[in-house]
């Protein structure tokens, strides 16, 4: 069955995204920044792809091209800026499924489909969140 | 009816989703030794501090010339500089200077190996809604 295109295309994975957060939140008590990696790895990618639907709405292999691209903006940061021990490969994939699910909820975005105040909604809450999470 | 690009596009996310789970789950597995092969003498072992000292430090090893590897802590503080390490491939014991000790996946293996199935549906899940809008 077809889903309603009345709901805001972003919105379903922004309510995954919450879900999921919150699970590592609570299986992970001592590793609050696996839950941090994966918020604010979705802050970023909805932001971009905010951006990127504005720009350039309704073509699924943009969303792509930018989903991946914040995927590797990720690894740049980890490898740079946030780098402590080491570059962590479980950081990287916590934050990269972030942006995935991000992605996944943008594929079918539209220009009107509200999805782009969602998204750039999510993204800042997810973003703080995220952060606070990761250096809580 | 969505578009094959649609279609295509939500199977490369969903591909790409279904890697990362299993790039976290397999690194934090790795870590515990258990489908590690080791031989060799251990010549440096380094706790590196992250954001919180004494909770999520990270614990390098390293046998040989090999690069360092990331190990997990009750693995680690079985090994010192100079000790002679032994270890099949999915041995769930870890002979150090002649003792055998045993090694497993830690309480974050696990976890992450149980959220797996979780994460994959969600990844095929919004795959799906995203397949199936209008």
Do not use: I
Request: proline share 5%.
């Amino acid at each position: 069955m077809p889903v309603s295109s009345r709901v805001p295309a972003a919105l379903p994975s922004v309510v995954v995204v919450l879900l999921v957060g919150g699970a590592y939140w609570a299986l992970f008590p001592d590793r609050t920044d696996y839950a941090g990696h994966f918020l604010a790895g979705a802050g970023g990618t909805y932001a971009l792809l905010a951006l990127g639907t504005l720009a350039l709405p309704g073509r699924a292999w943009l969303v792509v091209a930018l989903t991946w691209l914040a995927v590797l903006l990720g690894v740049g940061t980890e490898a740079t800026v946030f780098r402590l021990a080491e570059l962590d490969p479980v950081d990287l994939a916590n934050q990269s499924l972030g942006a995935v699910l991000a992605g996944l909820g943008m594929v079918a975005a539209t220009r009107h489909d509200r999805s782009v105040p969602v998204a750039l909604v999510a993204a800042g809450a997810l973003l703080v969140g995220g952060f606070g999470l990761a250096f809580a | 009816m969505p578009s094959p690009d649609r279609r295509l596009s939500v199977l490369a996310l969903v591909l790409t989703g279904v890697l990362l789970v299993v790039l976290g789950a397999w690194t934090l597995v790795a870590r515990s030794a258990l489908p590690l092969a080791l031989d060799g003498t251990v010549t440096s072992v380094e706790v590196r501090h992250e954001k919180h000292p004494g909770v999520d430090d990270v614990w390098m090893v390293t046998l040989d010339d090999a690069a360092p590897r990331h190990l997990d802590r009750d693995v680690a503080r079985l090994l010192a500089r100079g000790a002679v390490v032994e270890k099949a491939a999915w041995s769930s014991t870890l002979t150090v200077n002649g003792t055998g000790h045993d090694v497993g996946p830690s309480r974050d293996a696990w976890v992450f190996l149980c959220l797996s199935p979780a994460l994959l549906l969600a990844v095929a899940g919004l795959g799906a809604v995203a397949v199936r809008r209008r």
